[in-house]
């Protein structure tokens, strides 16, 4: 009679200590994921939208998601918990020294995955604070320089069909609304390139153009499977299928899974 307490008193200890994602629909944790979003700021609505979608797919996928909006947290120990890191549109510069150290560790050796948005390019000095020179190599040696402020839709044509985030993409699809940064030159030699806007598309038409302009690519040099998407701006993002797809797709692709 002992022994049966003792063992049902675990249970119910294993069961308490579940994440709740892992626990609906008896779906078991398949990886934890860590979401860095900025907590204000015309970035903010997209960043709710992805929150809601995120938790949904954690929910019927069984992952954990963990949302943080500052990096005070982060050093080496914190990031051990997590096989990807998500950076929704928050941007590559004032962060704690010790976030900046751990996160390199991270992505230099392995430990984890990591998709960046939009924001992730804001590469330069902002704010008063310097251009993080790991992380612009990181993104293939581009410094942002202007953006379509007023918006525009965009044809993004698939480069890559073959690369695994594509899987159930169509050739091309339509973004219906972005602000389109442009960059001091082009990624393509430092990274591959998986996805590019049609500037000629834009609608209404701008002439913030750069020519060769990739929107998605991936780093080969770095260990740890990483995937940049430029689109991340309006919440309405999350009612285009392709964009869906292609943001599950990347999340399960930059894990392992």
Known sequence: ????????????????????????????????VL???????????????????????AADSGLAVDYIQNTDKIDDNFLQAYQLFIQLDYPPYAWKDKAVQAFEKYISTGRGGWIGFHHATLLGEFDGYPMW????QFMGGIRFTN??????????????????????LPASFVIEK?????????PRPNVHVIASV??????PPSDKKMGDHPVIWTNEHYPARNIYIFMGHSPELFNNADYTRLFRNAIFWAAGQ
Request: proline share 3%; net charge neutral.
């Open 133 to 136: 020179q790991w992380f612009w």
């Open 198 to 203: 049609d500037e000629s598309s834009y609608t």
């Open 1 to 32: 009679m002992r022994l049966y307490f003792l063992c049902s008193l675990l249970l119910i200890t294993i069961i308490n200590c579940m994440p709740a994602a892992a626990q609906q629909g008896g779906v078991g944790l398949r990886f934890k």
């Open 35 to 57: 979401a860095l979003a900025e907590p204000g700021g015309h970035h903010i609505a997209y960043s709710k939208a992805a929150r809601v979608w995120l938790d949904k797919l």
């Open 178 to 186: 972005d602000e389109w940064y442009t960059y001091d030159k082009s």
């Open 147 to 168: 953006y379509i402020a007023d918006f525009a839709a965009g044809k993004v044509v698939v480069e890559d069909a073959k690369h695994p985030v594509m899987k159930g």
